[in-house]
Antibody, heavy 115, light 108 residues
Framework: QVQLQQSGPGLVKPSETLSLNCTVSGVSLTIGYWTWVRQPPGKGLEWIGHVHHSGTANYNPSLMGRITMSLDTSMSQFSLTLHSVTTADTALYYC?????????WGQGALVTVSS | EIVLTQSPGTVSLSPGERATVSCRASQSVINNYLAWYQQRPGQAPRLLIQAASTRAAGTPDRFSGSGSGTDFTLTIDGLQSEDFAVYFCQQYGSSPRTFGQGTALEIK
């Protein structure tokens, strides 16, 4: 059974960097794509981007220039880094498996941007 | 980017009734690559349908998807108590992937 377990700080100060990890079990990280999606409180879902096991990534243009995704296959973990955060980046962040439709999701990590 | 507009925003129905949720795209969805998700409070989204009409593993057959091009529909026949949740459509035919704003299905 594929499982995704998220970790990362819940509070980030404005202008600083948000970093989240997603640890995968039940399937190899070397298969396919791995995705990040976020959901501001009480709102809908926003696709952040995805990363292939080769390291190739595709990001939402709205976040381009601030975002990096990477994988560490030895730790079965993929990561999201978002620079220069503002209060608009406050959201529930999800990791998910796939590049098109997403059959497996992490539990979600609430990140609040506040001083 | 493709904008997905769902209607209605909220629908109130009774258990046993049929629910219909519409998802309209601002341009044609390539290969009808459209998915539907269910999200219950405090939970991650759960994939119901992919490729417009293919039920995901574990999706009950009371859920069905239809449509093509720019107009898609999620139908739930014989609503059960666990079906009252928020539903999202998502297109993955082009980048960036985009989601509809969601439809809340409430108990009447």
């Amino acid at each position: 059974q594929v499982q995704l377990q998220q970790s990362g700080p819940g509070l980030v100060k404005p202008s600083e960097t948000l970093s989240l990890n997603c640890t995968v079990s039940g399937v190899s990280l070397t298969i396919g794509y791995w995705t990040w999606v976020r959901q501001p409180p009480g709102k809908g879902l926003e696709w952040i981007g995805h990363v292939h096991h080769s390291g190739t990534a595709n990001y939402n243009p709205s976040l381009m220039g601030r975002i990096t995704m990477s994988l560490d296959t030895s730790m079965s973990q993929f990561s999201l880094t978002l620079h220069s955060v503002t209060t608009a980046d406050t959201a529930l962040y999800y990791c998910a498996r796939g590049s098109g439709w997403y059959p497996s999701w992490g539990q979600g990590a609430l990140v609040t941007v506040s001083s | 980017e493709i904008v997905l507009t769902q209607s209605p925003g909220t629908v109130s129905l009774s258990p046993g009734e049929r629910a219909t949720v519409s998802c309209r795209a601002s341009q044609s969805v390539i290969n009808n690559y459209l998915a539907w998700y269910q999200q219950r409070p405090g939970q991650a989204p759960r994939l119901l349908i992919q490729a417009a009409s293919t039920r995901a593993a574990g999706t009950p057959d009371r859920f069905s998807g239809s449509g093509s091009g720019t107009d898609f529909t999620l139908t739930i026949d014989g609503l059960q108590s666990e079906d009252f949740a928020v539903y999202f459509c998502q297109q993955y035919g082009s980048s960036p992937r985009t989601f509809g704003q969601g439809t809340a299905l409430e108990i009447k």
